[in-house]
Nanobody, 120 residues
Framework: QVQLVESGGGLVQAGGSLGLSCAAS????????MGWYRQTPGKLRELVAT???????NYADSVKGRFTISRDSAKNAVYLQMSSLKPEDTAVYYC??????????????WGQGTQVTVSS
């Protein structure tokens, strides 16, 4: 009933920049926290950055100073601007949203993922 669709992934050279977008649609009353996570084969999905409905942000240490997360609550969208990309940033990036679907129920939804590849 809720869908998240990511876009903006691709192949970039080390040191380059790339922007990711994610839009949520469906049965949405409100959205609490939105964020970006990433995963490589053989590893657990890890947090990249989150942004609360009030604008508070949280970043993984590995991306602080290089990535910027933002959101447009009116559009149910979240963005990730990545700069100074490194080969170790290569991963599938997933959009996440904690969506309010009931008075006390906040469900986590995930996008299908978008591949980001950084060449050395």
């Amino acid at each position: 009933q809720v869908q998240l669709v990511e876009s903006g992934g691709g192949l970039v050279q080390a040191g380059g920049s790339l922007g990711l977008s994610c839009a949520a649609s469906g049965r949405i009353f409100s959205i609490n926290t939105m964020g970006w996570y990433r995963q490589t084969p053989g590893k657990l999905r890890e947090l990249v950055a989150t942004i609360a409905s009030g604008g508070t942000t949280n970043y993984a240490d590995s991306v602080k100073g290089r990535f910027t997360i933002s959101r447009d609550s009116a559009k149910n969208a979240v963005y990730l601007q990545m700069s100074s990309l490194k080969p170790e940033d290569t991963a599938v990036y997933y959009c996440n949203a904690n969506v309010r679907t009931n008075l006390y129920k906040w469900d986590d939804y995930w996008g299908q993922g978008t591949q980001v590849t950084v060449s050395s």
